[in-house]
């Protein structure tokens, strides 16, 4: 029971609505930013040119080379394109990969940025930082990098192919999930919890969707994460796994395995899922996606597992329930097999 917490709100501004984007010039406006390098992914290069569009000449230019995880030398690149344009700050206009990119020039180089997220991945909400290095992901908590402003317009997520939609969606599921077990959990992240799963779960398009994805991203951002992100993290960085996919896999597995020692966070979830059996319902979430439903079909092998499991265990992140090795082996194989 939550009769003892401690709460820290983190700055948020939140603009959201259909064609929100048409605001993204007033949002630059306010924190007196007068040049603005547009972020995007190759493949979102044209919904750079329309935030460049929107900004006229408040845009300083367009850096469309965010990639996964943030590499080093993407950094670098995007550094130098900011310094050449005499950049004051920029917008981040995509999914995780590319707010990720924003986050680190706002570390790197103190460059406020302004994220208008088109997936449900949850980026834009939390101070968490990632950096990629010789095949190594280093994260940290830095709340320079927390999004001045975040412009949520569902109209961005439409073009979502549905399997997308629906890892992404699951992904931020699994923020709302560990944040209702994890030690630091606060009845008003509680709240903010069960409703963003109650919001995604019923349909991974529209506004309601997109709501529920900024809930659950301000769940991460507000509490220690559990066994499920470290799996998601260490598959993700030893492996080089897709991320929405990892942790759709993986989520009902570890709800599985956590729930029965979360008695509160096994009624949130009953409830905001309209079952009796929350991790069942998870399960059939990721097997309506369309996507892989098993870690093999992903790539990994049996003897990645163990290397999995060692290093799940050697820097273990704070669960409900202990985690033991013939535990995490037994899980990771039903994870691993397919059904
Ligand atoms: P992503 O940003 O890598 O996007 C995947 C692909 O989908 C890209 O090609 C992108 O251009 C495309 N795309 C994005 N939105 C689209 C849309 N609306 N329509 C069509 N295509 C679209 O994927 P992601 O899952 O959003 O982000 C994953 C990354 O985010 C990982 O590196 C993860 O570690 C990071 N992440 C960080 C945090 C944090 O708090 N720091 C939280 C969640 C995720």
Not at 52 to 63: C, I, K
Not at 213 to 233: E, V
Request: proline share 7%; hydrophobic share 45%.
């Amino acid at each position: 029971m939550m009769d003892s917490f401690t709460y820290e709100a983190l700055p948020m501004r939140v603009v959201f609505g259909s064609g929100a984007l048409s605001r993204i010039a007033e949002e630059t406006d306010r924190l007196g930013l007068r040049r603005v390098l547009v972020l995007s992914t190759p493949e979102q290069r044209d919904l750079a040119d329309r935030v460049a569009a929107v900004l006229g000449d408040r845009a300083a230019g367009v850096f469309d080379q965010a990639r996964p995880h943030v590499p080093v030398p993407t950094v670098a690149a995007a550094s130098r394109a900011a310094a050449e344009s005499r950049a004051d700050g920029c917008v981040a206009a995509g999914g995780g990969s590319t707010i990720g990119l924003g986050k680190a020039l706002a570390l790197r180089q103190d460059l406020p940025v302004v994220a208008l997220p088109t997936t449900y991945a949850g980026s834009e909400m939390t101070p968490i930082w990632g950096l990629t290095e010789n095949h190594r992901k280093q994260t940290g908590r830095d709340r320079k990098v927390l999004p001045r402003s975040v412009v949520y317009d569902p109209n961005l997520t439409a073009s979502l192919p549905a399997t997308v939609a629906a890892t992404s969606g699951l992904n931020a599921i699994a923020h709302a999930v560990e944040a209702l077990y994890a030690p630091d959990v606060s009845p008003v992240i509680a709240a903010m919890a069960e409703q963003g799963v109650r919001d995604l779960a019923s349909n991974f398009t529209g506004p309601a969707a997109l709501r529920g994805a900024w809930l659950c991203g301000a769940c991460l951002g507000a509490t220690t994460m559990g066994l499920h992100h470290k799996l998601c993290h260490v598959l993700g960085g030893m492996l080089d796994l897709p991320h929405a996919e990892t942790h759709a896999i993986l989520l009902p597995h570890v709800a599985a395995f956590n729930l029965p020692a979360a008695p509160d966070a096994t009624a949130a979830l009953s409830r905001a899922l309209n079952t009796d059996d929350p991790a069942a319902a998870l399960g059939k979430l990721t097997a309506d996606t369309g996507a892989p439903t098993n870690l093999a079909a992903l790539g990994v092998t049996q003897a990645d597992l163990a290397s999995v499991v060692n290093e799940v265990l050697a820097n273990p992140y704070a669960n409900p329930r202990p985690v033991h090795r013939p535990d995490l082996e037994a899980l990771l194989h039903r994870a691993f097999r397919p059904a």
